[in-house]
């Protein structure tokens, strides 16, 4: 009703002074365009980051299983040098000569020559 008071003027104040709708879509595109490109870049670093976090897990494991097996490896080695002290403490005490063969204590082989 306020436009017949007014006049045609009015209307023409009014459609002036309103917003430009067109605009506004426009404007609404480009931010959603927008919105979707950073969700997008979100979720990729998100899941670059999930796989290298899966990855560093991954790799964790094999190194601890590399080391588990490196440690286990070194305790038999200590287990073996061990024995073998021993047994070459044991086979001096009795003169190198445990019962049979070997030439007592003028045994000696030559590894160059291989010459006993």
């Known amino acids: 009703m306020r436009f017949a008071v007014q006049g045609l003027s ?6 002036r002074s309103s917003p430009d709708m067109g605009e506004v879509a426009q404007k609404a ?4 365009g927008k919105g979707r490109i950073l969700d997008t870049a979100l979720r ?3 899941g670059v980051a999930g796989i290298q976090g899966n ?3 991954v790799t964790g494991e094999l190194l601890g299983e590399a080391e588990a097996a490196a440690g286990r490896d070194q305790m038999w080695g200590s287990i073996f040098r061990t024995a073998g002290q021993v047994g070459g403490s044991a086979i001096s005490k009795f003169g190198g000569n ?6 007592g ?3 000696y082989y030559d590894p160059v020559t291989g010459i006993y």
């Open 10 to 15: 009015g209307i023409e104040d009014f459609m």
């Open 29 to 32: 595109t480009a931010l959603e």
């Open 44 to 46: 990729s670093q998100a």
């Open 55 to 57: 990855t560093a897990a």
């Open 98 to 103: 445990l019962g049979g063969g070997g030439g």
């Open 105 to 107: 204590d003028n045994y």
